[in-house]
């Protein structure tokens, strides 16, 4: 490369690669935390198929089966997601973290006032 760092991987993960997951539309609101405290900037980080996984599961009420099919992936890879952003989120809600969801669409565009701006400089 030519300004001498490594190449580095998007998913520096082992073993299989990720499956490209169906996601619906999302939502303007990415950014949530608790209005009772100062945030320091620890929070928790959901993915969008996590969050996919909780609206079709909890919101829509599918079973684990039919929103793994809906979204492309295996019933055990649905079930670890969802068992993921379910401790994450009960993190937030028991410890007073900020919950925030990755792919900021305000923050790309430089509209949230709580995320960094990407790009600037």
């Known amino acids: 490369m030519a ?3 490594p190449e580095t991987s998007e ?3 082992r073993g ?6 169906t996601i ?14 100062e945030q320091d ?3 928790v980080s959901l ?8 609206r079709l599961i909890d919101l829509e ?9 809906r979204m492309g992936v295996s019933r055990k890879t649905a079930w670890r997601d ?5 401790r994450k989120i009960a993190d937030a809600l028991v410890n007073g973290k900020g919950i925030n969801m990755a792919g900021c669409t305000k923050a790309a565009e430089g509209r949230c006032p709580k995320c960094p701006r990407t790009g600037d400089g």
């Open 16 to 21: 299989r690669p990720r499956v490209r997951r």
């Open 11 to 13: 998913c520096p993960r």
């Open 47 to 54: 993915q969008p198929d996590e969050i996919e996984l909780l």
């Open 41 to 43: 900037g620890e929070g």
């Open 61 to 69: 009420g599918l079973e684990q089966e039919d929103a793994a099919e």
């Open 24 to 37: 619906a539309g999302t939502s303007e609101c990415r950014c949530y935390k608790p209005c009772c405290r």
């Open 82 to 86: 969802l068992h993921e952003a379910r």
């Open 3 to 5: 300004s001498g760092q």
